[in-house]
């Protein structure tokens, strides 16, 4: 079986900065040695029948200033197909802005961007210039990488706002927009605090993916689910990609890894082997999860 990877990150500590993975900086993760270290193409070993036909890299900090110098490393570096979404600030003024969409299309790889919004979503996405340069992504045909709690309603109501007003803006969620971890144990007498608050959590989760499946133009990642559970079930991880295919569809919902934070949890052979046989797709399904989508809306 043939996968292209749509959501991963390559890594080379001695060229880039990568201020993230300083044990100094934020995010303060204790487990964060894991992944600070060097990782290229050839940590991306796959077996048992399944191949790594190509990936999309999402960029990774590598320079934020400057995010072409990640892109021009990754095309001298890397062999398999790929197709790469720079780094990019969406506060800049549209002159900054255009000036650096210029210089990164000048790399074939580059099908479009991402500026990680995450707690920042609400300011972001109300503010004037972010969505001037939302319009511009639009008219260069770029895909615009959105990674945010989609459980932030006001947020998801301002970008319902913006794909209104931009049809053709091509926003792909990232993580599946950070579902919250409900317990795969159910317990009907439980009525607790927490396990309401849980349970509204995911129900604002379902709303914000229900309102924007209904926009074309948005596609969905399944991946990210040792960012919110180093140690999720997968019980839980089956119900948040069925709800995903439940509002987009088979067409419009991608699997991906997140390496090499899936690695967190489990090694990438055994993340991919156990999402490709789990028994819960048909191969033909699984092709179109796992590759076709990919290949299709990442323009390879």
């Keep these: 079986m043939n996968i ?10 001695e060229q880039g900065e990568y201020h993230w993975l300083k044990p100094e900086n934020p995010p303060f ?9 060097s990782f290229s193409e050839k940590h991306l070993q796959l077996t048992n029948e399944l191949t790594l036909a190509g990936f999309v ?57 991402r ?30 990488e959105l990674q945010m709690p989609l459980e932030n309603l006001a947020a998801v109501e301002l970008l319902v706002a913006i ?23 159910k317990d009907e007498k439980s009525n607790t605090e927490d396990t309401k608050e849980n349970t509204q959590h995911w129900k604002n989760w379902q709303q914000a993916i229900e309102k924007l499946s209904l926009f074309e133009q948005c596609t969905i990642k399944c991946s990210g689910f040792e960012m919110i559970n180093r140690n999720y079930h997968t019980a839980w991880q089956i119900k948040v990609i069925k709800t995903c295919l439940k509002y987009f569809g088979i067409n419009r919902v991608m699997l991906a890894s ?11 052979q055994t993340y991919w082997q156990q999402l490709t046989q789990s028994e ?4 033909d399904e699984l092709n179109i999860l796992c590759f076709l989508n990919t290949q299709r809306i990442y323009k390879f």
């Design 115 to 144: 500026d990680i919004l995450d707690d920042n979503a609400l300011e972001y996405l109300s503010n004037e210039q972010i969505k001037i340069n939302f319009q511009q992504l639009a008219k260069h045909q770029l895909i615009f």
């Design 29 to 37: 993760w204790s487990d964060k040695s894991i992944i600070n270290k």
């Design 4 to 13: 292209i990877d749509p959501h991963l990150h390559l890594f080379d500590l």
């Design 163 to 185: 794909l209104t007003d931009n049809p053709s803006l091509n926003v792909i969620i990232n993580h599946a927009g950070f579902p919250p971890y409900t317990s795969p144990i």
């Design 57 to 113: 890299h999402i960029e990774a900090g590598y320079d934020n200033h400057q995010p072409w110098r990640e892109i021009a490393w990754l095309e001298a570096h890397c062999q398999l197909p790929f197709k790469s979404i720079a780094a990019i600030d969406l506060s800049l003024n549209s002159e900054q802005f255009l000036a650096s969409i210029a210089r990164i299309q000048n790399f074939s790889s580059v099908v479009g961007v």
């Design 258 to 268: 997140n390496f090499p934070l899936c690695l967190f949890s489990k090694s990438y």
């Design 280 to 283: 819960l797709f048909r191969d």
